[in-house]
């Protein structure tokens, strides 16, 4: 009896951690920009990465909703691509589980 009501407290804890992470789409800019990069053009990406190479914190843009992205190495690489995260919302805040073009 106790084994089974172990098993089932690890289940439920497994699943309502994962209940709340979201799949996300949108386009990995920077604070200093935001919404103008959201073309993902080549120039957009340039535009992103001098920006964060400068200081500027990385956020992940939805419409007209842009969220700081609080774990900065998770989207190293995509500065300015269009992407979908998986991840979890906290107020304005993402942190990032994973990231797909």
């Known amino acids: 009896m106790k084994k089974n009501i172990a098993t089932t407290g690890l ?6 951690v994962g209940a709340f992470a979201e ?6 800019a920077d604070s200093h920009c935001a919404v103008q990069h959201v073309a993902a053009s ?11 190479d400068g200081g ?12 700081k992205i609080d774990n900065r190495d998770a989207v190293k690489g995509h500065e300015g691509h ?20």
């Open 42 to 52: 080549a120039a957009d990406m340039a535009c992103v990465k001098k920006c964060l």
């Open 23 to 28: 799949t996300l789409n949108g386009t990995i």
């Open 82 to 101: 269009k992407v979908t995260i998986e991840g979890k919302i906290t107020g304005d805040t993402v942190h990032v589980d994973s990231v797909k073009m």
């Open 56 to 67: 500027a914190s990385p956020v992940l843009v939805i419409g007209d909703k842009v969220y």
């Open 11 to 16: 289940f439920f804890s497994v699943f309502a």
